[in-house]
Every structure is written in C-alpha cells, then in structure tokens.
C-alpha cells in the first residue's frame, strides 16, 4: 500500500476506534468508583481498541510477536462491535424511563446488571458464531446451459494468521469430496503477506492439494491489493493458482474472464480494462464466465453478454444486523439472482476477515452445477 495511502487509512481507522471507546468508555464509566477502577476501564479500552492494528503493523517486524495482539484485538472487535450497539439500546431505553411514568428504580444498579447480562449475550453471540465460520455450508446452484460442468467456488478465504491451517484443510477436504470439473476462487484470498513465516508454506501446501481436472482460477479482491498486489499474486501463482488480471482464458467446454478489482484505482492500479476489451477474440459461442470480486459492475456483465458473475466481498455483513447495510450498498448481498439472461451469484464467503466470527450469515462453498 502506498505511504500516503496508508497514512489516510491508519487515521480514519484509529479515529473511529477512538469515537468508538470514548462513547463505550463513557457509558461504563458511571458504573465504576472513582479512582483506580476507572482508570484501568480506560487503559483496558486503549489497549484493546488498539491490539488489532499494532498486530498488523507488529507483522512486518515480528510476525510470531504480532500473533496475540491480533486474537486479542479480533476478538475484542466482535466484541466491541455488539457493546457499542449495546450502549446505543441503552440510550434509548433510558430515554424511555426519563419520559414514560415508571416506579422508582436504582439505575446504577440496573444499569450494572444491563451490562452483565449484555457481556454474556455477546459472549455467547461470539462463541456461536466462531463455531458458524468453522464448518462451511454448501450452497447448492443449477443453472441451465449448454453445457455439463460442476464448478466449486470459495470466495473471501482471508488467509492470515489468524486463520487455523485446520480450519483450510475442512474448507479444502469439502471442496474436493465435491469432485468439481473447476474450482474458482473470487478475490481475498490472502489478507496479509505470506512469503513471511511457515504459515504460508503450510497454507501453500494445502492449496495446491485442491483437486479439479481444469485447474483453479482466481482473481485478485481488494485485499490482495491492501497486503501488496504484486507480491500476493506471486504466492497465489505458486499454489497452482491461475490469477486472472483483467484477462480471458479458454478453458475448453467454457471460458473464464477475470477483472481486477475495482480497489486497485486506489492503489495506483489504474482503472481496471473494460470487459468487452478483456473479451475480445474469445470464443463467444462458449458459456461465459466472469469473475468480479465485488458485486458493482453488474451491468457491465450483463451488457458483454456474460452468462455467469461470480462475486463475493460483501460477507453479507458478516455481523449481524450489517447486512442490511450490505443489502443497500450493492444490488445484491447474498445468493443468486438474474440480471436480465446474466445468473449472478455473491457468496458470502468461506472465511472471514478481522474476527473469526460470523452471525449474519454462514460461511459457504458453492456448487454450481451447470446442466445441458
């Protein structure tokens, strides 16, 4: 990532985590005597609210220092995540007690217990929803064509150091039982650099065992672009991955299109190749099939004829209640729907970023079965 740009994403990022503990800190901080109580709740919240950054920024100088920092500061995400709306509930309720006749109650002690309760649930909600990212779903499609293909797709695998080699290992062992003709995997594969530590030997090793008889297409996400574009290529490359950069292959029965993603304009990647350019001298009696990582340039697909669109990105808002945020943002968050004779279909993902969590929705492996 370029210098300027990463200075403008570390200051958005940290002043929204500031916003963020300083509302938190302040709705706990009533709660609490006056004095030491008080003062640890503020450098507990400074230094969970910055454990995840200094992870990553520990990466590039001690990848097996930054490990802790990053557990601890993505869990503390989710778990800030469901705190702040909780304190946004609070707020409302108490408005409620202040402007609706109600008996006289202690609302420190009932605010106390508001927030042990809540800390429970959220646990719980976090637990539950680790277990819902561990074992992958698979979203079954048919799709009429003219030709036999099954196809597995796996989008948004944000391999890091926070992701178990186990947990890619099931995700690899499920693609594979599917005895898929192609695999295709739609942007994010990676979410930091791997060529450091043996980490990535052993996620390189797993992804070479992925097993299709027309081999394992991709296309870059906005976070190979994030984790340096160049250097997250090459290590794809060298998993027996064909990446696809705004380029089309014939691979016999169909054809795969690729695109670059759309995030590497802020990359200094330009803007990308139009489609119909990426496409021509291809053989267009063939089932096309585009993969985008992010679902904005439907009717691009639409327009070039494409038979398919795969995207991901979106994570259907991997927490809940974000998806219906992602449900606003792009004409589609989640599943399949048909834009005009073009089927495009967005997986909400095999794995996750940030927190090993997922309550909007559960990771998947789609199947797409492609009948005569």
Known sequence: MPLRSWVLFLSVVLSLLALIHGFIFLHLRPLLPEGSARAALAAALLFLGTAYVAGRMLEDISPSLAVPFLHVGSWWLGFMTYLFLGCLLLDVLLLLYLVLPHPPMDLIAWCRGYFAALGLLIAAALVAGHL???????????????????????????LCALVSPVRLARIIEQINALQPDLVLLPGDIVDEDLTRGPRGEIFRALLKSLKAPMGVVAVTGNHEWISGVEKSVAWEESCGIRVLRDAAMDLGPC??????????????GGNGVPLKQILAGVDRSKPLIVLDHQPVRINEAVDAGADILLCGH?????????????????????????????????????????????????SEIVLITLEK
């Open 255 to 268: 054809v795969v299109a690729g695109r670059e993603d759309v995030a590497g304009s802020r990359f200094g």
């Open 314 to 362: 979106t994570h259907h808002g991997q927490f809940w209640p974000f998806q219906w945020i992602t449900e606003k943002i792009f004409p589609i968050s989640h599943g399949h729907k048909l834009f005009g004779t073009t089927h495009v279909d967005v997986s909400c993902g095999a794995g996750a970023w940030g927190p090993q969590v997922r309550t909007s929705s559960r």
């Open 132 to 158: 819902n990212l561990q074992f992958p779903a698979t979203r079954n499609l048919t799709i009429q064509s003219t030709i036999n293909l099954r196809i597995a797709v796996a989008s948004d695998l944000h």
